[in-house]
């Protein structure tokens, strides 16, 4: 699907926006892009004009939202099928997203975009064939770009996180010509797609799943035994797995997950909020 161009709103920005007006100022600047860029929008009593277009002040916005011109009105960059699927302003620009009320990526400390930044540095990517498993708002894969990676091959099994993904200015576009082709993003179930990767096809591999609770399939040492497959000898992964119901049952999944991946044939560690591992 193609990226969307117009402005996206916070709540903040609408008001600002439209402080400015009532102020009588002729233009207002800031960030129409979840502060990727700054622009300037030219005001008028009854529109605003960014990039040559007209659009209505907008009517009170909802806190924690970020919305889009769907050609009619601005509406909310959210989505129900089955789950409720919404994007999330962060202070840090990059907005994170949340499946029925659950962050999917951390916002409090860091920015989710340098936390990608982090957890990717530890495969080394410049230059290598990265799998990208599990894809979300493709952190990780615009982490690998910008690091130089030869090519990524990306998954994504939810069509609403895929929507998510166009209307995101922090997310790469596949069809970027900055990118020259090198990421390829496919809707498709990573845990079924992975039997018909070709053996020893990556050079570094990152695995973001869903908690066990959500994707145990994702934790399987069937499907470990599929990624020790398709990476080459001394290829690099990082595997999130956060610290999940450590408190209330005591049970540690990172050292759950790092045991399944060396009997898998990896080389395993604990590093930052998941596993680091190398292919023996």
Same mark, same amino acid.
């Given at each position: 699907?193609?990226?969307?161009?117009?402005?996206?709103?916070?709540?903040? %920005?609408?008001?600002?926006?439209?402080?400015?007006?009532?102020?009588?100022?002729?233009?207002?600047?800031?960030?129409?892009? /979840?502060?990727?860029?700054?622009?300037?929008?030219? /005001?008028?009593?009854?529109? !605003?004009? !960014?990039?040559?277009?007209?659009?209505?002040?907008? +009517?009170?916005?909802?806190?924690?939202?970020?919305?889009? !011109?769907?050609?009619? %009105?601005?509406?909310?960059?959210?989505?129900?099928?089955?789950?409720?699927?919404?994007? $999330?302003?962060?202070?840090?620009?990059?907005?994170?997203?949340?499946?029925?009320?659950?962050?999917?990526?951390?916002?409090?400390?860091?920015?989710?975009? %340098?936390?990608?930044?982090?957890? @990717?540095?530890?495969?080394?990517?410049?230059?290598? &064939? $990265?799998?990208?498993?599990?894809?979300?708002?493709?952190?990780?894969?615009?982490?690998?770009? %910008? &690091?130089?990676?030869?090519?990524?091959?990306?998954?994504?099994?939810? +069509?609403? @996180?895929?929507?998510?993904?166009?209307?995101?200015?922090?997310?790469?576009?596949?069809?970027?010509?900055?990118?020259?082709?090198?990421?390829?993003?496919?809707?498709?179930? @990573?845990?079924?797609?992975?039997?018909?990767?070709?053996?020893?096809?990556?050079?570094?591999?990152?695995?973001?799943?869903?908690?066990?609770?959500?994707?145990?399939?994702?934790?399987?040492?069937?499907?470990?035994?599929?990624? +020790?497959?398709?990476?080459?000898?001394?290829?690099?992964?990082?595997?999130?797995?956060?610290?999940?119901?450590?408190?209330?049952?005591?049970?540690?999944?990172?050292?759950?997950?790092?045991?399944?991946?060396?009997?898998?044939?990896?080389?395993?560690?604990? &590093?930052?909020?998941? $596993?680091?591992? @190398?292919?023996?």
């Amino acid at each position: 699907m193609p990226h969307y161009s117009g402005p996206l709103l916070t709540r903040p %920005d609408a008001e600002a926006l439209c402080a400015a007006r009532a102020a009588g100022q002729p233009a207002w600047s800031g960030s129409l892009d /979840l502060g990727r860029s700054q622009g300037q929008a030219h /005001l008028h009593d009854e529109a !605003w004009e !960014w990039r040559g277009q007209r659009y209505p002040y907008p +009517a009170a916005l909802k806190d924690r939202t970020v919305y889009y !011109w769907d050609g009619e %009105d601005f509406a909310a960059v959210s989505r129900f099928a089955g789950s409720l699927i919404k994007l $999330v302003p962060t202070s840090w620009g990059a907005p994170t997203f949340e499946i029925d009320g659950i962050k999917m990526l951390p916002t409090s400390k860091t920015s989710p975009l %340098d936390d990608a930044r982090t957890k @990717v540095a530890l495969i080394q990517p410049r230059g290598k &064939a $990265v799998l990208d498993t599990c894809g979300g708002l493709g952190y990780f894969a615009a982490c690998c770009l %910008d &690091a130089g990676a030869a090519r990524i091959e990306s998954f994504e099994k939810n +069509a609403s @996180v895929l929507w998510l993904r166009t209307l995101n200015p922090w997310s790469p576009d596949p069809d970027a010509p900055e990118h020259a082709g090198r990421l390829r993003l496919n809707h498709g179930d @990573v845990s079924q797609a992975i039997a018909s990767l070709p053996a020893a096809e990556f050079d570094a591999l990152l695995h973001d799943p869903p908690r066990f609770g959500i994707a145990g399939e994702l934790y399987s040492q069937t499907f470990y035994d599929h990624l +020790a497959r398709v990476l080459r000898r001394g290829g690099r992964l990082f595997h999130y797995t956060g610290s999940p119901n450590k408190l209330t049952t005591g049970r540690d999944v990172p050292r759950e997950v790092a045991k399944r991946l060396e009997k898998s044939g990896f080389k395993a560690e604990l &590093a930052l909020d998941g $596993v680091f591992a @190398v292919k023996r």
